[in-house]
């Protein structure tokens, strides 16, 4: 996580600096563009989410529209990518006085847990100059109402321990979905001269349910709705493709 986050900030330092030198342009009037978004993030998980799924990374892509009023409205996708999964109880029932798994051959089974899952959200936000001496570079508040889903996947040796193999599986995976909420603050430095790029906070809320019917290793079925929360940094590059071509404000082509 400290590298993620030193090249986060070597990251931010440079869209700043790349701001030092607008593109002159005669008057002040906004284009009708898209913006195309991929990037990467680091997210920490809270709450019940938190528990199971301590930290993750994501890929969040998006196409954006924004207006010469430069509101923007957009969809976005994000997948979640956890290697540190909490297994505490998951496969309770099976795992034997060892506490492994056995193989039909009697052997302990080799099992790597992941987190995986991806949100989609549609979005809407509203971009503000910082200030008149970098017009390339806008900080945007967005918000989005979408849907989450998240599992645990589990990746071992096929053919040998059926009793987590196949529809079993489905059994340990705590499949989870639900209705999404998400807030944005985001630096954006937009110059279609040189590169284009994005970097933020993102934070989310998602109100959800087990979808499975019966979990295997606890015996019961999740009862209720869930609160799973999760904060974190992104950043990445943009591509601007303006719509219509009109007066322009500096540096945002």
């Not at 993030?41 to 528990?51: E, N, P, R, T, V």
């Not at 998006?62 to 297994?87: C, E």
């Not at 989005?144 to 589990?154: A, V």
């Amino acid at each position: 996580m400290f590298r993620f986050l030193v090249i986060f900030a070597a990251f931010l330092h440079q869209c700043i600096l790349m701001a030092q030198k607008p593109v002159p342009a005669p008057a002040t009037k906004s284009e009708t563009m898209i913006l195309l978004k991929v990037g990467g993030g680091f997210y920490k998980s809270a709450g019940i989410l938190g528990q199971r799924y301590p930290h993750f990374a994501g890929i969040p892509v998006a196409a954006y529209l924004k207006t010469s009023s430069n509101l923007t409205f957009g969809i976005d996708f994000m997948n979640f990518l956890g290697s540190k999964v909490n297994t505490t109880g998951l496969l309770q029932g099976i795992n034997g006085s060892s506490g492994n798994v056995l193989d039909q051959n009697g052997f302990p089974t080799v099992i790597r847990y992941y987190m995986r899952g991806y949100t989609l959200t549609g979005t809407a936000g509203k971009l503000f100059k910082v200030n008149n001496k970098n017009p390339q570079l806008k900080l945007q508040t967005q918000f989005g109402l979408g849907f989450m889903q998240h599992k645990t996947r589990m990746q071992l040796d096929a053919g040998r321990s059926p009793q987590v193999e196949g529809e079993y599986q489905e059994g340990y995976d705590r499949l989870t979905n639900g209705l999404q909420l998400t807030q944005t603050l985001r630096l954006h430095y937009v110059n279609t001269e040189t590169l284009s790029v994005f970097a933020g906070v993102d934070l989310s809320q998602g109100f959800t349910r087990n979808q499975r019917n019966w979990d295997y290793g606890f015996g019961n079925r999740e009862p209720g709705r869930r609160l799973d929360t999760y904060f974190g940094i992104s950043a990445g590059i943009l591509i601007p493709i303006t719509l219509r071509s009109s007066t322009r404000e500096p540096g945002y082509m």
